[in-house]
């Protein structure tokens, strides 16, 4: 026994000794985590969570991680994820308040509900099946019916329109996903600290949810290494965009709100997260006045930056970072502890207004027409007042917007239709239209796509696209539950692949993954709204009503037609002739009918038979008032107490 | 109908064999029992259908929220104070306004633009085009898309709607809710500025709620141009925008080039309207549902607002009525019978409880004749008609404070319920996920909360043209025995063929009923101003030269001589098939009208006949019969009939001023696509017609 508890221990020393050299080698997994912090015009105040895991490439195969999260990782093996993008959103990103321009925007302002896009490794016939398989691995991981992204009806492959361009890109969206705190709690569960120690403790859930704007974010890609027989690595990206509104005491409107990290979140950063290379808390203000721009170079300049006229920072930030429009303050929370702990706060002195870069038009989407038929999808690209708009080609400056969308197959567009008004002047396809890639829809198979690139002058003011579209007939078991409700189209994203959010620091960057990433160019995005399609409903509340009609209905049909097909009216007749003969008494009666029909007096020869007819109905009649008094006669006494 | 000619066919191969037969089928049995004694059944349907609809009121139930989901009262109102001072200062502030600045452009859209945009709401401004209203006989039945701008846009006279919408903080944005306010801004008086005060109070609230779950719209309609017109205007920028150049946008300083902002699918929608003092010290809310063509909006709208305004905030609601039927003495005596035999049934079994007190029973027939007439016109009775259009659920309310419009006292509190009964209507329409749909559309009101449901009321109705489909076979059958007796020739003998000649007159009139219904489209484009009397003289004119025109075509006029042998009978069956036929049809279109038009149309059809023999026979009998039916034809005459109407609600008509009344009343009648409209041109008018052909049918 001892020996083998021995052995076993020397197995692990030497395993540890192994994975050590080969991550000494090369790199060991990094963790970092950054907080970053902006006050919004509309009074409201961003903040943008960033995990950074990454785990270098490796050629072990079930190999060992001391930080990233082997969940992911697994996923990443098992269906040879290259990169992949999962988001979980509430609410609607204000782009006209919020901003459009900068990255934190085009990357984090995501469509309503949950949106998935991967890009696989694999051979092309396998990456429906790949997508499949990870839509099930992530639902279970994340809480969400993530698996409904599974049926080919709901997700599309988008070839240039979506930025990405890959054949093995699939791409899927579920706007009506509910998200909650039980998609967080997963999530948090990836990081190493979760949300115990370090920045991630401030995701109090109740401030959280509370926010105007939240979506979580989760995004991995493969790093290839380069070298033979080595695997990948994997960069793991978990953001979370929370817009809050401070709590307002200040009676005054015009002055921006004050706010503390315990104000907004209603807790304080307590220490690090000590698995983390780096924590960071960033601080973005925009739209500082002109003035203060042009002398920051002195010690005594940079701490008039922070504590000024306008406004004052609780803490002294560790550095300060300019930016063609904005500042960065920066603060490391390493020195934060119990006692001590770190609770920014931003106190507004002096009135302040400013405006955010928006993206160079405004896109909105919205439904024409009315009724259970026809309809029309429309786009509304508005001018907004954007500063970077020339881009020019061949002498004319123009911006280039790519659309995609994505149409359910129970909208069945008619893309021949598409329409295009620019400056309110109907345009032909050649003049706007650059390129443009449809895959039409079919029936309960698969979505329809759509992407386009247009190229608008510079000047435009508005421009819209607007398309027609059939409402299909479902199945009827085809209908969601609250089938009543409608059904979701979802959004479009509309980029402007000619514009580069970045942001362009003037200083020399540290080692921030945060700032890396806004450094980098990346075009301009932004998703327009989820549109609501009602479709004709059957009335699932009368199947009883439906059951009986159609079952009379039915009846009424069959019996009638096979009496036709089955009765030989003349065969009958003979065959009552022959039989018949005797009897008088029905001839009688009809032509005493037909005697009343025509309105004149019953013929004498009757009298008889009218005899026997009153008799008869006289007896008729004394037997139904028999039944009625039974009848009444029970209903009296049955209900009398 | 078809079953009935089947019975009829059985019949007649029996007796023409002249053969006796075994006992047909007991449903067999039944309809040729029906058939044979046609004339009493008929009568008895009748009176069955007119008892039933007496009995309506009677019949009514009480309303009942069926969606759960909407909880209306659940929530605790969070309207403060502050809120309805906030509508009382924006009320001082435009009535200050007013006075200073006496009428002039669009500066009070701009302070109430500016209100709205200091509660975070994002508002902008939509010219609107007075729109005259054409006829257009193809737009019938089309949806509102066929918007059309015109041609001439002239700068003298637009107006401007103000739109603001709240967005809801952590809403998806697929859904609203709409909230209207007509108001006239040029010379709206100090009940309407009341609706503004209810409304910005409300927005106040609305603006720093967080339970939003749909953006809330609320459009200030520019009412100089009636109240349905600007909601129309925005509901059309709304759904049908036609992207292209307005010559509208250049009118103004005001620029509202691109800036219309939309939200969604709109899910329901409240118009409110503050106008005149009650009579009463309570203040009265009324409520208007009707759109065209007797749609209704869902009654669980009805219920939720009528639940809070009675349970929360103490309004007296109540649905319009005829007044004049208020005293009627004959109302009365039905009345007191029903309760005097509720009464007996009562005693008979308590668990019977059919009797109400014939008060409550002329107050419900009021509102129900109302009702009714109001869907039969089918023209909106309010600004929610142009939604119903869109398939969203509005009414109107309208609100008559029982206190003098310079009590301050009293605004205040009055804009704290009147913000109230909004904000918890508001509420439970969001809460629902899905669009109204769990309670009833077809019903009438016969109070603001009692009903009648599609499923009772189409009794009455089913009960008055039962009697036609078996007429109409018991004449068929007796006119093939005349025509079998009067020729004998075996070819024209041929029984399934008899009735065509008689169909070929009855296609004919509906063919110039038609013809007649889209002539005023002509007379309209006939170049010149015109009165309304004399646009009515000529349409009476072509008519009748129409007619004419038509009687002397060989083969088509009832009264051609040809066939001397046409018997009357074949004709009145198929004049009574076609009639039933056109009922029906108008039925599913709208109830209220094909009920009216068969109060009307049945007994005229089924007591038509040729008056010559009558007068011949001098017996008091036939004679009674032709009076009777003279007399109906007569009030069936669509002219005489709506000067009738128009004597019972109370105003006098004088006889040369009719034409003009007539032609005004239709032209409202198409202008707001009415199928009524059609039913009188392409049903009633060609009945009307056929049974004064055989009125005077040379038999």
């Known amino acids: 026994m001892a020996r083998l508890v021995r052995s076993w221990i020397l197995l692990l020393i030497l395993q540890s000794f192994l994975v050590s050299i080969a991550f000494g080698s090369k790199e060991v997994e990094e963790f970092s985590e950054a907080l970053l912090l902006k006050p919004l015009p509309d009074r409201k ?58 990255p934190l925007s085009s990357m984090n302002a995501k469509p309503v509900g949950v949106e998935l896009w991967a890009v696989f490794d694999v051979p092309l016939s396998q990456v429906d099946t790949s997508w499949k398989n990870l839509t099930h691995a992530l639902s279970g991981l994340f809480c969400a019916s993530i698996n409904f992204l599974e049926s080919s009806t709901s997700y599309a492959a988008p070839t240039w329109g979506f930025g990405t361009n890959s054949d093995k890109l699939r791409y899927g969206s579920l706007p009506r996903e509910a998200v909650c705190t039980e998609n967080l709690t997963p999530w948090l569960k990836l990081l190493p600290c979760r949300d115990k120690d370090g920045i991630s403790a401030l995701m109090n859930r109740p401030s959280v949810y509370r926010g105007f704007y939240h979506s979580q974010r989760l995004h991995l890609s493969t790093v290839e290494s380069g070298q033979e027989g080595l695997g990948s690595g994997i960069v793991l990206e978990q953001t979370l965009t929370v817009v809050l509104q401070p709590d307002t005491t200040s009676v005054e409107r015009n002055t921006q709100p004050s706010w503390s990290l315990n104000s907004l979140f209603g807790r304080k950063v307590v220490g690090r997260c000590v698995l983390a290379k780096s924590s960071n808390v960033y601080l973005q203000l925009e739209g500082l006045s002109g003035h203060e721009l042009k002398n920051v170079d002195s010690e005594i300049e940079a701490h008039k930056l922070w504590k000024n006229a306008d406004f004052e920072l609780s803490l002294k930030p560790d550095r300060v970072l300019r930016e063609i429009s904005s500042f960065l303050f920066i603060f490391d929370i390493e020195k934060s502890s119990d006692s001590e702990p770190f609770d920014l706060g931003l106190t507004w002195k002096r009135p302040s207004k400013w405006l955010c870069q928006l993206a160079p038009l405004h896109a909105s989407r919205f439904l024409m027409g009315s009724g259970n038929e026809r309809g029309a999808i429309a786009i509304l690209l508005k001018e907004t007042e954007s500063q970077e708009k020339l881009n020019l080609t061949n002498g004319r400056c123009t911006i280039k917007v790519n659309i995609f969308q994505i149409f359910p197959w129970y909208v069945k567009v008619y893309y021949h239709t598409l329409q295009i008004f620019v400056d309110q002047q109907k345009k032909t396809d050649s003049e706007v239209l650059k390129k443009i890639n449809v895959s039409p829809s079919t029936d309960k198979v698969s979505s329809g796509m759509m992407e386009m690139m247009l190229e608008l002058p510079c000047e435009v003011k508005s421009a819209a696209i607007s398309i027609e579209y059939d409402k299909g007939f479902l199945h009827i078991d085809e209908y969601p539950p609250d089938a009543n409700q409608g059904f979701d189209i979802p959004s479009a994203l509309i980029s402007f692949p000619d514009h580069h959010a970045s942001l362009d620091f003037k200083e020399e960057l540290g080692n921030s993954p945060l700032l890396s990433k806004f450094k980098e160019k990346s075009s301009v995005r932004s998703y327009t709204e989820v549109l609501l399609v009602p479709l004709t409903t059957p009335d699932f509340s009368m199947p009883y009503n439906v059951i009986t009609i159609t079952c009379t209905i039915f009846a009424l049909y069959f019996g009638s037609l096979l009496n036709v097909i089955r009765r030989r009216i003349g065969e009958e007749e003979r065959f009552l002739k022959s039989q018949g003969k005797k009897k008088g008494g029905l001839k009688q009666l009809l032509s005493r009918f037909i005697a009343k029909i025509r309105g004149r007096p019953i013929e004498e020869s009757s009298s008889s038979s009218e005899l026997q007819s009153s008799v008869l109905s006289s007896k008729l009649i004394f037997k139904i008032i028999l039944v009625a008094g039974a009848a009444a006669a029970w209903q009296y006494f049955s209900t009398d107490k | 109908m078809a079953a009935d000619n089947r019975y009829e066919e059985e019949e007649e191969v029996r007796t023409d064999d002249g053969s006796p037969i075994t006992k047909p089928r007991p449903i067999v049995r039944l309809g040729i029992f029906l058939v044979a004694h046609s004339p009493v059944f008929s009568v008895v349907f009748s009176a069955a259908g007119v008892l039933a609809l007496l009995l309506l009121p009677l019949l009514a139930k009480n309303t009942y929220i069926s969606e759960n989901a909407l909880m209306p009262g659940s929530a605790r109102s969070m309207l403060s ?176 080039a691109d800036n219309f902002r939309r939200a969604g699918t709109v899910a329901a929608a409240l118009i409110l309207k503050v106008d005149g003092r009650s009579e009463r010290f309570e203040d009265i809310l009324s409520i208007y549902a009707d759109a065209s063509n007797g749609q209704m909006p869902n009654l669980d709208l009805i219920n939720v607002v009528n639940y809070l305004a009675v349970h929360r905030q103490g309004f007296h609601v109540k649905v319009e009525k005829v007044v004049s039927l208020l005293s009627s003495s004959w109302l009365k005596i039905v009345g007191e019978i029903f309760e005097a035999v509720g009464k007996v049934a009562n005693t008979l079994n308590p668990d019977w409880k059919f009797g109400i007190p014939a008060a409550e029973y002329i107050e419900g027939s009021a509102t129900l004749a109302s009702s009714l007439y109001s869907q039969a016109l089918g023209i909106p009775t309010g600004p929610h008609g142009a939604f119903r259009d869109y398939q969203v659920d509005a009414i109107t309310l309208k609100i008559s404070p029982g206190f003098p419009p310079d009590s301050k006292a009293r605004q205040h509190d009055f804009f704290l319920r009147g913000s109230q009964l909004l904000e918890g209507t508001i509420r439970s329409v969001n809460n629902l996920l899905e669009k109204f749909h769990q309670s009833f559309f077809l019903y009438v009101l016969t109070s603001p909360s009692k009903f009648i449901s599609v499923g009772v009321y189409m009794i009455a109705f089913a009960l008055l043209v039962a009697s036609l489909p078996m007429v109409a076979a018991s004449l068929y059958v007796d006119g093939c025995k005349a025509l079998t007796k009067s020729t004998h020739n075996s070819a024209e003998n041929f029984k399934s063929w008899k009735w065509l000649d008689a169909a070929k007159q009855v296609f004919a009139l509906h063919l110039l009923g038609f013809i007649v219904t889209l002539l005023p489209y002509f007379i309209c484009q006939v170049p010149g101003q015109h009165s309304p009397r004399n646009r009515s003289i000529m349409w009476g004119t ?81 004679l009674l019969g032709a009076f009777c039916s ?70």
């Open chain 2, 630 to 699: 003279m007399v109906l034809v007569t009030i069936g005459f669509p002219v005489i009939f709506f000067a009738i109407t128009k004597g019972l609600v109370g105003e006098g008509l004088v006889g040369l001023s009719l034409g003009g009344e007539f032609w005004t009343w239709l032209e409202s009648l198409w202008a707001w696509k009415s199928a009524t409209y059609l039913y009188i041109g392409m049903v009633h008018l060609p009945c009307w017609l056929l049974c004064v052909c055989i009125l005077f049918h040379p038999s």
């Open chain 1, 45 to 102: 105040v961003l903040a943008h969570f960033h995990f950074e895991n990454r785990a270098p490439p490796s050629n072990s195969h079930g190999r060992h991680h001391h930080l990233f999260p082997k969940a992911i990782s697994q996923l990443v093996q098992k269906f040879r994820v290259k990169e992949m993008e999962l988001s979980f959103t509430q609410g609607r990103w204000n782009h006209e308040h919020w901003g459009g321009f900068d």
């Open chain 2, 81 to 256: 104070n502050r809120d309805a001072s906030d509508g009382s200062k924006l009320v001082k502030d435009i009535k200050n306004f007013r006075l200073n600045h006496e009428g002039q452009g669009v500066e009070v859209q701009r302070l109430i633009g500016k209100y709205m945009s200091e509660m975070v709401a994002e508002v902008y401004y939509q010219k609107f085009q007075p729109e005259g209203n054409q006829f257009h006989p193809l737009h019938f039945f089309s949806g509102p898309a066929s918007y059309t701008l015109l041609g001439n846009v002239s700068c003298a006279s637009y107006g401007v709607n103000v739109v603001g919408i709240i967005r809801a903080p952590r809403g998806d944005g697929k859904e609203s809710i709409v909230l209207v306010t007509p108001y006239d801004f040029i010379n709206g008086g100090d009940y309407e500025d009341l609706s503004l005060g209810i409304v910005s109070s409300l927005f106040s609230l609305l603006s720093r709620v967080t339970w939003l779950s749909k953006d809330i719209i609320w459009l200030v309609a520019d009412s100089r141009y009636g109240d349905y017109r600007p909601v129309a205007a925005w509901l059309a920028e709304y759904h049908t925008p036609s992207f292209k150049v307005s010559d509208l946008l250049k009118c103004d300083e005001l620029n509202t």
């Open chain 2, 542 to 622: 072509t008519s009748s030269l129409l007619l004419v025109t038509f009687v002397t075509i060989p083969g088509c006029s009832p009264f051609s001589s040809r066939l001397h042998g046409t018997n009357w009978a074949i004709l009145k069956s198929v004049t009574i098939s076609a009639a039933f036929i056109g009922l029906c049809l108008m039925s599913i279109i709208n109830f209220a009208t094909a009920e009216i038009g068969a109060l009307l149309l049945v007994p005229t059809c089924l007591l038509a006949q040729p008056i010559k023999p009558a007068l011949r026979s001098r017996r008091v009998k036939s």
